[in-house]
């Protein structure tokens, strides 16, 4: 009887669900004496492992969650854009279902732009409610960009579709907002629910500046995302302002 080709091995234990029944099928194929085939059951191991190890990381990073689970809709709150030269600050909101687990969920800085883009996608379609509060370059100017984080908090949690029972906070505590809230020191790293609002903020703000880029070309801002980068202070040396620079923000540049 001809064997299973390495390519049918594959198909058959990934497809497999029931842990039982893949742990009998890692024994009988490890008895197959081919090299390829004792290759493709170490790697498909080492995928394993590191997924198991991912989904350990999430459930760490739901213990506020765990901890607050007495109230019922959980909402992580936080902002992205506070330090640019340039463009709005922008805040996100995410409440998500009690047993939602996203995998490779995390603090937006420390996701590439796909990850972030991917992530986004799944935190809109799995979350109960969701919300965005952008805060333009003009009322950063007027009331300081602290006033500004907090307004923009502010109106993403007036954004949801129902009132939540508990901030999950990434380190602040927001001004005039009559919910209980639990700020959380590097919150995106630690909270499921935060680093899901610290996704919806940074990618609706990335977006944001890569359309102002198409208005404003010398700036790169479809690189720098408004950034202090040496090329975006040059521009500014170089041609000024554009409509969207946080004036108070550039003072020493101009």
Same mark, same amino acid.
């Given at each position: 009887?001809?064997?299973?080709?390495?390519? /049918?091995?594959?198909?058959?234990?990934?497809? %497999?669900?029931?842990?039982?029944?893949?742990?009998? $099928?890692?024994?009988?194929?490890?008895?197959?004496?081919? *090299?390829? &085939?004792?290759?493709?059951?170490? =790697?498909?191991?080492?995928?394993?492992? *590191?997924?198991?190890?991912?989904?350990?990381?999430?459930? !760490?990073? %739901?213990?506020?969650? @765990?901890?607050?689970?007495?109230? !019922?809709?959980? %909402?992580?709150?936080?902002?992205?854009?506070?330090?640019?030269?340039?463009?709005?600050?922008?805040?996100?909101?995410?409440?998500?279902?009690?047993? %939602?687990?996203?995998?490779?969920?995390?603090?937006?800085?420390?996701?590439?732009?796909?990850?972030?883009? /991917? $992530?986004?996608?799944?935190?809109?379609?799995?979350?109960?409610?969701?919300? &965005?509060? &952008?805060?333009?370059?003009?009322?950063?100017? !007027?009331?300081?960009? $602290?006033?500004?984080?907090?307004?923009?908090?502010?109106?993403?949690?007036?954004?949801? @579709?129902?009132?939540?029972?508990?901030?999950?906070?990434?380190?602040?505590?927001?001004?005039?907002?009559?919910?209980?809230?639990?700020?959380?020191?590097?919150?995106?790293? =630690?909270?499921?629910?935060?680093?899901?609002?610290?996704?919806?903020?940074?990618?609706?703000?990335?977006?944001?500046?890569?359309?102002?880029?198409?208005?404003?070309? /010398?700036?790169?801002?479809?690189?720098? *995302?408004?950034?202090?980068?040496?090329?975006?202070?040059?521009?500014?040396?170089?041609?000024?302002?554009?409509?969207?620079?946080?004036?108070?923000?550039? @003072?020493?540049?101009?």
């Amino acid at each position: 009887m001809n064997k299973k080709s390495v390519k /049918e091995i594959e198909a058959e234990i990934l497809s %497999c669900r029931d842990g039982m029944a893949r742990n009998a $099928l890692f024994e009988e194929y490890t008895a197959d004496g081919r *090299k390829s &085939v004792q290759n493709l059951l170490a =790697k498909i191991r080492r995928a394993d492992e *590191k997924l198991e190890a991912e989904r350990r990381r999430v459930e !760490e990073m %739901c213990s506020y969650e @765990k901890e607050y689970s007495e109230y !019922e809709f959980i %909402c992580g709150i936080d902002e992205a854009g506070r330090g640019p030269l340039a463009g709005p600050v922008v805040a996100g909101a995410a409440i998500l279902p009690k047993d %939602c687990r996203i995998l490779y969920i995390n603090d937006s800085k420390k996701l590439s732009a796909k990850k972030r883009d /991917e $992530l986004f996608d799944e935190i809109q379609e799995r979350a109960l409610a969701y919300g &965005v509060g &952008v805060i333009g370059h003009d009322r950063i100017d !007027e009331i300081n960009i $602290l006033q500004a984080t907090y307004e923009a908090m502010r109106a993403a949690i007036a954004s949801l @579709k129902f009132r939540p029972d508990i901030l999950l906070n990434d380190a602040v505590r927001i001004p005039d907002i009559d919910i209980f809230q639990v700020p959380i020191i590097k919150g995106d790293a =630690k909270s499921q629910s935060i680093a899901a609002a610290s996704i919806l903020a940074k990618v609706t703000r990335d977006r944001l500046m890569e359309a102002y880029a198409a208005v404003y070309p /010398e700036y790169g801002f479809e690189r720098n *995302k408004g950034y202090g980068s040496a090329e975006h202070i040059a521009a500014i040396k170089k041609y000024g302002p554009c409509p969207i620079h946080r004036m108070s923000f550039i @003072k020493s540049f101009i």
